[in-house]
């Protein structure tokens, strides 16, 4: 190990794109980030701002929104820059920080998930103890709680992707610093990173989509067969409906590419899934949560609305 060298920094492959389209691809992905920028941060803005939605659901969507924001500056800005040069690289620092919040944001978007599954049934199922069991200090708590053990798995994997030697070819088949395509480029064996890359990257992302699923079982048995006023039902899925689409955005593309921890998978296949949840659905959530609530969107007329005629 002592006579090979040592790769100070890496090529990035990024997306395969028709020279004549690539401007139009980078300003369609531009124009995307953009977007989520604002979308997020508005709805950041509008939750800070109005106490009226100083509420354990919309703290948490605040919560949603600032990762969101942070999940597409990692990835979205290098992706771009590598449709503007011809040889896209990354210094080894570079490549393990971004990896590190890639992971970061990715791991505490799942928990959040998980913790919005359960104020949706504390608020349907338990109305009448809901601002004691959700009382401010207790979402305070479960927020942090989200955002270390997501800061904790991301440091495991940065560290332990860290210490592997890279010794040559130092391209990696991607346009961020995945996991599966770093390990590819190893000169070690990968066992140990594969095991826990399948177990606690399986457990961060598996054990909240369980309980989303057996908050959302009761739920749906309690509105079912316990409620009887058919206006309460439709109030109930409809403050749900939002949060269901988003689970299911968030969750299709993580199963596909990380409950199968394979090096040897195609890196188009992984680019596309990783393109989807940075690119797209941070995108989504936004217009998603604001589309389908109607206490949100009239804050943001009330808010944006004074802010403009102010201005003017």
């Given at each position: ?18 020279l004549q389209f ?33 509420k354990p659901m ?98 495991m994997h940065a ?154």
């Amino acid at each position: 190990m002592e006579n090979q060298t040592k790769v100070e920094q890496f090529i990035l492959l990024g997306l395969k794109n028709d020279l004549q389209f690539q401007y139009i691809t980078f300003g369609i992905f531009l124009l995307l980030y953009l977007a989520t920028l604002m979308g997020n941060g508005a709805i950041v803005m509008v939750v800070l701002a109005e106490p009226r939605l100083h509420k354990p659901m919309y703290f948490f969507l605040g919560n949603l929104s600032s990762l969101d924001i942070i999940y597409s500056t990692v990835t979205v800005p290098k992706m771009l820059q590598g449709f503007l040069v011809e040889l896209q690289t990354i210094s080894f620092n570079g490549c393990m920080i971004q990896l590190f919040f890639f992971y970061f944001m990715g791991g505490t978007e799942g928990i959040l998930l998980g913790i919005m599954a359960y104020d949706r049934y504390v608020a349907i199922c338990n109305p009448l103890r809901y601002t004691l069991i959700m009382r401010k200090d207790v979402c305070i708590l479960m927020a942090i709680a989200a955002w270390s053990m997501a800061f904790f798995h991301a440091l495991m994997h940065a560290i332990m992707t860290a210490r592997l030697p890279f010794c040559g070819p130092n391209i990696i088949e991607h346009f961020i610093c995945d996991i599966k395509p770093l390990l590819k480029l190893a000169c070690e064996k990968i066992h140990l990173n594969l095991m826990l890359l399948s177990i606690i990257t399986s457990c961060i992302a598996i054990l909240p989509f369980i309980f989303i699923l057996f908050s959302y079982l009761y739920i749906i048995t309690y509105l079912l067969f316990k409620m009887t006023s058919q206006v309460g039902r439709q109030k109930a899925f409809s403050t749900c409906g939002s949060h269901i689409i988003v689970v299911i955005l968030v969750y299709i593309p993580v199963l596909f590419n990380y409950m199968l921890p394979s090096v040897g998978t195609s890196s188009q296949q992984d680019m596309i899934i990783t393109l989807i949840y940075s690119a797209f659905i941070p995108i989504l959530n936004p217009f998603i949560y604001t589309l389908r609530n109607q206490e949100v969107k009239m804050m943001m007329k009330v808010i944006f609305g004074r802010k403009i005629f102010t201005f003017w």
